[in-house]
């Protein structure tokens, strides 16, 4: 069983920075891929950004947050971060990270086993 904590979010300007962490627990979690999903009011919930186990050498963004978000992971704290940059209000969301047990696509949250509670991030203009 893993249990997945997020923070860093909150109330942001557009054009602002914010940094989301997924610290896990219960078990390491280095074995697996991490994503972050996001959902807004009214819509459902889409994939952000996913990283895959171990090192982290495989990265995958939706196309609306390429390059400017980033996504990466501390092993050593068993955590994973979502660094947000030049945030637009179309950003503002409840964030989620989750485990990705399965081997299939990035975006199928089908693969995603475990999910965390949420952080809200909203971005004025």
């Known amino acids: 069983q893993v249990q997945l904590e997020e923070s860093g979010g909150g109330l942001v300007q557009a054009g602002g920075s914010l940094r989301l962490s997924c610290a896990a627990s219960?078990?390491?979690?280095?074995?697996?891929?991490m994503g972050w999903f996001r959902q807004a009011p009214g819509k459902e919930r889409e994939i952000v950004a996913a990283i895959s186990n171990w090192s982290g050498g495989s990265t995958y963004y939706a196309d609306s947050v390429k390059g400017r978000f980033t996504i990466s992971r501390d092993n050593a704290k068993n955590t994973v971060y979502l660094q947000m940059n030049s945030l637009k209000p179309e950003d503002t969301a409840v964030y989620y990270c989750?485990?990705?047990?399965?081997?299939?696509?990035?975006?199928?949250?089908?693969?995603?086993?475990?999910w965390g509670q949420g952080t809200q991030v909203t971005v004025s203009s």
């Open positions: 989750a485990v990705k047990s399965g081997g299939g696509s990035w975006s199928d949250q089908n693969e995603y086993t475990y």
């Open positions: 219960g078990r390491t979690v280095s074995r697996f891929a």
